[in-house]
């Protein structure tokens, strides 16, 4: 049986506005904030306002404007930090690697001959995160 939705989770936390975040990026449907432990420069996370534990259960509403968002925050990311390309990662329950249990999708800049950084849970610097947010906002025309 699956799992319940958690509305205590981090990223509903967030979401609400209980945890500070760096948002590069909001609409209606969907917010995206820099991940306090990147696995690279400039990774970015995608969450849907809505509530789902993760692509499982998802309304299939919801993944429409997920995606479109995913695109406009990957193109942002790659000009922002001048990146060769970019990864996208979502994972669905703690099989795939997941730990935070609301739906969201990682967009992480790469550049050629440096590895992703283990998810280490080592935090990066505010004024790091606030830096990136703020180029990454920029590329968005925000």
Not at 57 to 63: C, E
Not at 76 to 95: R, S
Not at 114 to 133: D, I
């Amino acid at each position: 049986m699956a799992e319940a939705y958690d509305p205590g989770n981090i990223f509903a936390k967030i979401l609400r506005g209980e945890i500070p975040s760096h948002r590069v990026y909001e609409d209606d449907a969907i917010v995206a904030f820099m991940d306090v432990m990147p696995q690279g420069t400039g990774h970015t996370l995608v969450v849907p306002k809505a509530p789902s534990r993760n692509m499982l259960d998802a309304d299939p509403a919801t993944l429409g404007p997920l995606f479109a968002v995913v695109q406009k925050i990957a193109v942002a990311v790659k000009k922002a930090l001048d990146a060769d390309g970019v990864t996208i990662m979502q994972f669905n329950e703690p099989a795939s690697g997941q730990t935070v249990y609301h739906l969201h999708v990682h967009v992480v800049p790469r550049f050629e001959g440096v590895p992703l950084k283990p998810h280490s849970g080592q935090m990066e610097k505010p004024e790091v995160l606030a830096e990136n947010a703020g180029k990454i906002r920029a590329a968005l025309g925000g």
